[in-house]
């Protein structure tokens, strides 16, 4: 039962919930700008759940969008971060600091050779702007390739090459310049092969017009992309993609950067979603998970592309934050000594199998895909097209019996599952079952 507040607290307007209040005030003092997915008001966090000012409990399969890998308050990152706090808490740039050189030695660890320096500044954005930056620095270039339905943030910068959707660029403009986009190969909705068939897209089809017709390869300095493009729509391109990518920005000199902001930490089943391609960038970056919900974003490169970087050409205040430092450690730790990369490809197998048995069904998912704990499902209604009403009815349905989903994809058609790697067993089986519930039950449009 919900307790009940007459009043809010500070400003004697007549509520019925002590939530109702909280978003009262919220209304008040925080700007519109931000764009809220439930109108949840929590208070707490513990394990896998949320919990809210009256004291419901969330099952959360969104992590707060990728970030909580652990689930809340896991208690080694609890301890590091606490003892952090007891130490020092920030130098910046005014002095070298033993816990950045660890946290930068544990990053370059779980990434693969020769990525052997680290970067770090305070979010996904801010080491997307980096890696651009470092890549015209590197490159004496001006041009940089990003791929259509891509998001990297909202910075300027990221903003130019995020083009998931117009709504986040609208009245922005001018961009940066110098920014080109191509198709990214999205074969269940764009590429128009069979299933069998290789898709023109992943083999460079698109590149190579781009580079004959558009910019010439040798002005470009970057191509950027995500390796499982997150906002766009958890969509898992086909093998050879990155290869391709690879063996292009090798001919022409362009440097290759993968934004693992979303994908990296182990989510997918292994450090980097790239990994399971087996093709290593010039350029990595990492935030959302790094920190277990601390601010903090590396950009990894080979230290011979990073000495293409003079000092002083990039810098953060707040990049490297011993505090967000310890954070990174001890959650790369503690995914190392509990095997949570093993964890992840267990619960997404879970959730894909309990999935294409659900588009089986009436009102089931049109597509079924993912990496490890990564799955997207998109929605399509009975004239074949996105089907974002779903979604919505789905994530409501959910939310109501107590389980967060996060919705994503170019049309918002799609669910995006990434929960924490510390689910228990019981806990991916209620959350699969409330999912199941309102999958099939709600099941209308298509
Ligand atoms: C792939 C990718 N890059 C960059 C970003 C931007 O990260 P932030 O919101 O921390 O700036 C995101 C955020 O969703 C992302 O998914």
Not at 48 to 64: A, K, N, P, Q, T
Not at 134 to 157: D, E, K, N, S, Y
Not at 232 to 255: E, K, M, N, S, W
Request: glycine share 12%.
């Amino acid at each position: 039962m919900a307790n009940t507040a007459s009043s809010s607290p500070d400003s004697g307007v007549a509520t019925d919930t002590v939530a109702e209040s909280w978003r009262v005030r919220d209304r008040r003092a925080v700007s519109g700008a931000y764009s809220r997915y439930t109108d949840l008001v929590i208070q707490d966090g513990e394990g896998s759940f949320l919990i809210d000012v009256e004291g419901r409990r969330y099952l959360d399969f969104g992590c707060g969008i990728a970030v909580t890998a652990l689930g809340y308050r896991h208690p080694d990152v609890t301890r590091a971060i606490h003892q952090q706090v007891d130490g020092y808490w920030h130098t910046s740039v005014v002095t070298q600091h033993v816990r950045l050189t660890e946290a930068a030695e544990k990053v370059a660890s779980i990434c693969p050779d020769p990525l052997d320096q680290v970067f770090f500044a305070n979010s996904g954005a801010e080491v997307v702007e980096g890696a651009l930056k470092l890549a015209r620095q590197a490159t004496h270039r001006p041009g940089i390739v990003a791929f259509t339905g891509g998001f990297h943030g909202r910075t300027f910068g990221a903003l130019s090459v995020t083009t998931s959707k117009v709504h986040y660029r609208e009245h922005y403009s001018p961009l940066l310049p110098g920014v080109y986009t191509t198709p990214y190969p999205y074969c269940f909705r764009n590429c128009g092969h069979g299933p069998d068939e290789p898709c023109p897209v992943a083999m460079g089809a698109e590149l190579e017009k781009l580079f004959k017709h558009v910019v010439p390869a040798d002005e470009v300095a970057a191509i950027l992309v995500e390796p499982i493009q997150g906002e766009g729509g958890y969509i898992v391109p086909p093998p050879g993609f990155l290869a391709t990518l690879r063996q292009i920005c090798d001919r022409h000199g362009i440097v290759l950067i993968f934004d693992e902001v979303q994908t990296g930490v182990g989510h997918t089943g292994r450090w980097l979603a790239s990994d399971h391609e087996g093709v290593v960038p010039d350029v990595v970056t990492l935030a959302k998970a790094l920190g277990s919900g601390l601010p903090i974003g590396a950009i990894v490169a080979r230290h011979d592309l990073m000495n293409k970087w003079p000092a002083g050409t990039h810098g953060s205040t707040f990049g490297g934050n011993a505090i967000a430092c310890a954070a990174a450690i001890a959650t790369i730790e503690v995914i190392q000594r509990d095997g949570l990369l093993q964890r992840a490809t267990e619960i997404g197998d879970k959730i894909v199998s309990r999935a294409h048995a659900w588009q089986q069904q009436v009102g089931g998912p049109a597509d079924v895909r993912g990496r490890g704990a990564m799955v997207g499902l998109e929605f399509m209604d009975s004239a074949g097209l996105p089907d974002a009403e779903r979604v919505d009815a789905i994530r409501a349905a959910c939310l109501q019996s107590g389980l967060l989903v996060l919705g994503c994809g170019i049309d918002d058609n799609v669910i995006r599952l990434i929960p924490p790697l510390t689910l228990s067993d019981s806990e991916v089986e209620q959350g699969l079952q409330i999912l199941e519930q309102a999958v099939l039950q709600g099941g209308t449009s298509a």
